[in-house]
């Protein structure tokens, strides 16, 4: 079965980076898109990023534009999410995505915690 394993959280000061790693069992290239979403206690669970696998098309949260950016690296089965000027509004469980080809998210990371906090 393919799974997905998430990295790269921790506590952060605001305006600190993070650089979240979600990695797969095999080639990424089995999956249309990846991504995250986060959930924070009270909040509806949220997407933050998307980015298609085989293209260059990335998608972002309105309240992480130009802040985050996500990539990936073919030969690592492993795609980033690049976490810059964090804000405590951004501290969250991210989980990572597989999205199929017709769009349902049909893996899930473990999740990862990001606290940003003084």
């Known amino acids: 079965q393919v799974q997905l394993v998430e990295s790269g959280g921790g506590l952060v000061q605001p305006g600190g980076s993070l650089r979240l790693s979600c990695a797969a069992s095999r080639s990424i290239f089995s999956f249309y898109a990846m991504g995250w979403y986060r959930q924070a206690p009270g909040n509806e669970r949220e997407l933050v990023a998307r980015?298609?696998?085989?293209?260059?098309?990335?998608n972002y949260a309105d309240s992480v534009e130009g802040r985050f950016t996500a990539s990936r690296d073919n030969a690592k089965n492993t795609v980033y999410l690049q976490m810059n000027s964090l804000k405590p509004d951004d501290a969250a469980v991210y989980y990572c995505?597989?999205?199929?080809?017709?769009?349902?998210?049909?893996?899930w990371g473990q999740g990862t915690q990001v606290t940003v906090s003084s």
């Open positions: 995505f597989a999205e199929d080809f017709i769009g349902r998210k049909t893996k």
């Open positions: 980015i298609i696998t085989a293209g260059t098309s990335t």
